[in-house]
Structure formats: structure tokens, C-alpha cells
């Protein structure tokens, strides 16, 4: 009898197994399809606009509508490394306004760069 309940116990913890592993193969796929459809293409400037929303709304945890250096260390670590000069008027908190701006005026120095490196050789 105490056979026939570790077979059972087995049997079951096994089946158990076979049934998690689809989903969470299944998990890794979705988030790695999802990290590719950000960091693997282009995106659009609406869909840039919209993810640094939805990071930015997932880092504020206490709501308050701006990071501070904490919030951008643990959820936007590239925020945090640049906070000082997205915080411009040196309040402690960045708002996702304050990154738009910040964003926008970078984007465009590395596309003046790229222009003009490329124009040199």
C-alpha cells in the first residue's frame, strides 16, 4: 500500500509538472515577444510616448505623479543615472513631462550627431 501512494504521490506531482511547464514556456515567450516589440524594432513615437508612460506609471509607487531618485533607481535605472539633469529645477521629482522633454532634446542631439559623423568621413 505505501508503494502504491508514492507511485500515486509521483504520478500526480509529475502530472502536475507537465502541466506548468506549457504555461510558463508559454510566459517566456509572451514576455520576450514583448521586450522584442519594444527593443527589438523601431517604435513610433506614440508607442515610445506610451511605454515610457506605462514604465514611468509602474515606478511611481506612491502615486504622486513624479519619481524621485529612489523610484527611478529601483523601476527607470536610465532616469535615475541622468535624474539631475532631467530635474532641472532641482525639486527632488521628476515628472514623466520633465522625461518627455528630456527625451526629445537627447533624441535629436544623437541624430545631429549621427548626421554630422557621418557627413565628416
Known amino acids: 500500500?505505501?508503494?502504491?501512494?508514492?507511485?500515486?504521490?509521483?504520478?500526480?506531482?509529475?502530472?502536475?509538472?507537465?502541466?506548468?511547464?506549457?504555461?510558463?514556456?508559454?510566459?517566456?515567450?509572451?514576455?520576450?515577444?514583448?521586450?522584442?516589440?519594444?527593443?527589438?524594432?523601431?517604435?513610433?513615437?506614440?508607442?515610445?510616448?506610451?511605454?515610457?508612460?506605462?514604465?514611468?506609471?509602474?515606478?511611481?509607487?506612491n502615486h504622486d505623479g513624479k519619481l524621485s531618485l529612489d523610484e527611478a533607481k529601483a523601476g527607470m535605472p536610465m532616469v535615475a543615472r541622468h535624474f539631475d539633469e532631467i530635474d532641472s529645477a532641482h525639486t527632488g521629482g521628476v515628472t514623466l513631462e520633465q522625461m518627455n522633454a528630456y527625451a526629445q532634446s537627447h533624441m535629436g542631439q544623437r541624430r545631429q550627431g549621427g548626421a554630422n559623423g557621418g557627413s565628416g568621413s
Not at 502541466?19 to 517604435?43: C, I, K, L, T, Y
Open 1 to 61: 500500500m505505501n508503494i502504491l501512494y508514492r507511485a500515486a504521490l509521483v504520478a500526480a506531482s509529475m502530472a502536475t509538472l507537465a502541466a506548468s511547464v506549457p504555461a510558463f514556456s508559454q510566459q517566456e515567450q509572451d514576455q520576450a515577444q514583448g521586450q522584442h516589440q519594444w527593443q527589438g524594432q523601431r517604435m513610433t513615437p506614440e508607442q515610445r510616448t506610451q511605454r515610457m508612460a506605462e514604465r514611468f506609471a509602474a515606478a511611481d509607487t
